[in-house]
């Protein structure tokens, strides 16, 4: 199982822009909660971070994490990250496919992702999870935070295929257009997918965002 190309695609062309997404004055507020969260979740701990794309959530576990190997199949997006000026030498920032992580330069004890759960497809998420998981130590923590389907806010849903996976039609600066898959799973979905690999998990959900976190046995 590889990348999908027309997903990577869309985000390297949109790494210059990714993060006005992050402007929308009614999410603000959860945004900020979630940057003070993280931080106290991964206290401590060496991360594996998964699509870290420009590097705004990897800006959050800096503080907390003393390393951080934040992965990417986009040079473009790494490049944008590179140049935060919070991205310091306790981070290694790595072109990597998610499906097919390299063993990290260091002992990780936990792992993240932002904004990638949603897009996997349904049966992508197992696939993704076992290497995921694979690269991890015994004891570590996990996290992952994604968006909160909110009519109005979010793009709205263009098409759902037989396997139940949906998609956005969205338009770049650019004006080019572009089919995005974007899942929104619910929470028993979330605790399907990851009981088998948790020995603690707990999901939060704010208004138009989820966070969910555990420890693996």
Known sequence: MAADLELTTYYAWRAREYERVYD???RREDL??????????FADRSVLEVACGTGCWTQCLVPAAPAVYATDINEEVLAVARAK???????TL??????????????CNAGFAGFWWSHLRRNEIDPFLQGFFGRLTVDARFAFIDNVYVEGSSS????TDRNGNTYQRR???DGSVHEVLKNFPSDDELRKALSPYARTL?????????LVWGDLP
């Open 24 to 26: 929308k004055p009614e």
């Open 32 to 41: 900020a909660r979630l940057r003070e969260r993280l931080p106290t979740l």
């Open 85 to 91: 000026p919070r991205i310091n030498d306790r981070v």
């Open 94 to 107: 790595a072109r990597a496919d998610a499906f097919s992580l390299p063993e990290p330069p260091f002992p």
């Open 156 to 159: 709205p849903i263009d098409r």
């Open 171 to 173: 338009t770049l600066s």
């Open 202 to 210: 707990k999901v939060e959900r704010l208004p138009y965002y989820w």
